[in-house]
């Protein structure tokens, strides 16, 4: 059972028991709370189609990531998100609403990720007697390579 964060309350809840179903988005105090949020952008949205998710929030008094929410989630489409998505580490208009980051970021931390996977060395492989197989030009150990890698995969996935 998957673990997930409420993105209203934020606590703890189960997504659900089975990972190919998209389970709720919020835990189970907010779902009253949610759908009438979504029932409120519904509305305003059928008199007001292509509106700015900014323009939605104010005119509906719904959180702004509320309504980039439903638009993540699919639940509403006719949202314009292009000015309301920035990029998460300099605040440059994003490439899209799913990476949330611009065009020069995304590049500098593919960069970063691919000189980081680049010094990764493996310790040296062992025999069957647990004895370390001489390997040609091979220096061994794992350096704190490894940590750095993490950080920037993590960076990336905090920025999606």
Request: glycine share 8%.
């Amino acid at each position: 059972m998957p673990l997930a964060s409420c993105p209203r309350c934020k606590t703890l809840f189960n997504k659900g028991q089975d990972p190919s179903q998209e389970g709720p988005s919020v835990c189970a105090k907010c779902v009253d709370d949610e759908e009438a949020d979504y029932e409120a952008v519904r509305a305003y949205l059928e008199e007001h189609p292509s509106r700015s998710a900014a323009a939605v929030a104010r005119a509906t008094d719904v959180a702004e990531s509320c309504v980039l929410r439903f638009v993540a989630e699919g639940r509403i489409k006719n949202v314009t998100t292009r000015e309301a998505i920035k990029c998460g580490r300099c605040g440059a208009p994003a490439i899209s609403t799913s990476k949330r980051l611009c065009e020069g970021c995304l590049n500098k931390l593919n960069q970063q990720l691919a000189a980081e996977q680049a010094s990764v060395r493996l310790p040296p492989k062992q025999d069957a007697s647990g004895k370390p197989k001489p390997a040609a030009g091979s220096e061994g150990g794992m350096g704190s390579a490894p940590g750095r890698l993490r950080d920037v995969i993590d960076t990336k996935r905090r920025l999606r």
